[in-house]
């Protein structure tokens, strides 16, 4: 199941999807043929892709699965357009994005691809009984995430869209 699509911004026929189980696949001619990409990193499953809008060489990537609970390994970041991929968070709560959340949606600033949110839910214990929803923000590429907790109740916090704006623009819905 396709979970993510992400068309280049200057380059239709630069695209890349990612899939729930299934990793991360690109295509340069508009769909006809297609490559899988970053089959190497501890996870396959995919959340959310976005290129960075003023910058398309810089690609993000949040990984897990909010539809069927398959727990996230952190955010991934291609430098060269999606070829390449590789975990830029370290996976604690200190100064990275916890492993095992959820990641479901990603927004790249439209202006600093420097700056990238996310939002996702982590349950604490395999019951399920201690559960957190977040939102991670960088603004050095990835390299360190602050976050915010966001109250959940009876696990009912997760995300199905983010909406992010610059101060010259109306909000952008990812």
Sequence with gaps: RISAVAVHP???NIVLVGASR?????????GTAWTPVGDNQNTLVIGDIKFAPSN?????????????AFWGAGVLKSIDGGVT?????????????PNGTVLSKIAVDPTNPN????????????GGSDF????????????TWSHATIPSVGNQAQF???????????????
């Design 115 to 126: 700056l990238v949110t996310t939002a996702g839910y982590y349950k604490a214990d395999p």
């Design 56 to 68: 398309p060489l810089i690609a993000y990537a949040g990984t897990g699965d909010d539809d069927i």
């Design 85 to 97: 991929w590789a975990r830029i968070d370290n996976g604690t709560v200190a100064n990275g994005i």
């Design 10 to 12: 200057t380059d239709a």
């Design 22 to 30: 299934g990793g991360i696949w690109r295509t340069t001619n508009n």
């Design 160 to 174: 199905r869209s983010l909406v992010t704006c610059a101060s010259d623009r109306p909000p952008t819905e990812f």
């Design 132 to 143: 957190y929803s977040f939102i991670f923000h960088s603004t050095d590429g990835g390299a």
